[in-house]
């Protein structure tokens, strides 16, 4: 089953770093935010990675959780995490179960030669485990602001 905009996020379940579970059910009454990206320890996943710890206090006291979600294994991430400091959890989806439900699986060219890979995108859940905003395919710089501006946009609502 997909998300789609202004309904429930179907059901799922995760692990992730610091030994936690991260469900459809695991965050009801926080708002969410899930950013996919494609590999630990690559440019853009690094610089996407820091920009959301750095703002990763004006989430929290927006009143949301980040998670990070690749394809990467749990030893992958926990180094990653390490290495940049990352004070929120990385979710491990190695069977891309939560890549296919968000639909972030697509083909891509690298170097020449098809590949499926993931594509960098962003999905804001309410606390009402409803998803309220997706941003697909996106560019690092100023995402992570925009993110921020619409969790903020979402308390305000509220």
Known sequence: MAVVVNKPIPEFEA??????KV????HLGQTVVLYFYPKDN???CTTEAMQFRDKYKDFVKAGAQVFGVSRDNM???DDFKAKLEL???L?????EKMCHMFGVVKNK???GKKVKGIERS????GPDGVLKHEWRGLKVPGHVEEVLKAVKALKKAA
């Open 15 to 20: 692990q992730a770093t610091g030994g936690i």
């Open 23 to 26: 469900s459809n059910q695991s």
């Open 42 to 44: 690559t440019p853009g």
């Open 75 to 77: 030893k992958s991430h």
């Open 87 to 89: 004070p929120f959890e």
């Open 91 to 95: 979710v491990a989806d190695t069977e």
């Open 109 to 111: 060219i690298m170097y």
């Open 122 to 125: 962003t999905f804001l859940i």
